[in-house]
């Protein structure tokens, strides 16, 4: 029994600290994947880029190195040229809640196997995914960013 309290305890303790990784930790070590090109920002950029801040200006690489990969990747045609575009998407369930009629077989007093329709309360989930921010590349700098409020 101490042993099954103890497995427990651990167990807890592993899930509470796998729930402390967060978007800081995978910044950190694509900062340290990518230690030369840190290194060569300036303080200013190196600050905003280890706090997760994107500006005007900055490149691809220091992108990448604040907010990681871009979920999606969209070319846009203007009359001032051509630009990138990188998305990061967001994902959050919608539940959506029904009453429906389901067929029961039920064998009734006579002994014969009869369909009846019941009505129950169902929960249905849907995963949708929305955009969080966009990046908009010119010559490979920023030249816009646009963030869900």
Not at 30 to 48: M, V, W
Request: charged letters at 25%; hydrophobic letters at 40%; glycine letters at 6%.
């Amino acid at each position: 029994m101490k042993n099954r309290l103890r497995l427990l305890a651990v167990l807890i303790v592993i899930f509470s600290l796998t729930g402390c990784v967060d978007s800081q930790f995978f910044r950190e070590q694509r900062i340290t994947r990518n230690q030369e090109a840190f290194n060569s920002y300036s303080p200013d950029t190196q600050g905003k880029v280890r706090a997760g801040l994107v500006d005007i200006g900055f490149s691809q690489e220091m992108v990448y190195i604040a907010w990681g990969k871009a979920n999606r990747i969209y070319t846009r045609v203007t009359k001032q040229g051509v630009a990138t575009v990188w998305a990061y998407t967001g994902t959050r369930i919608r539940t959506e809640s029904n009453w429906i009629n389901i067929p029961v077989r039920e064998v009734n007093k006579d002994g014969h196997s009869v369909t009846r329709y019941r009505r129950v309360w169902i929960d249905k989930d849907t995963k949708e995914e929305y955009i969080v921010a966009r990046v908009e590349f010119i010559d490979g700098f920023v030249s816009a960013i646009e963030q869900l409020n």
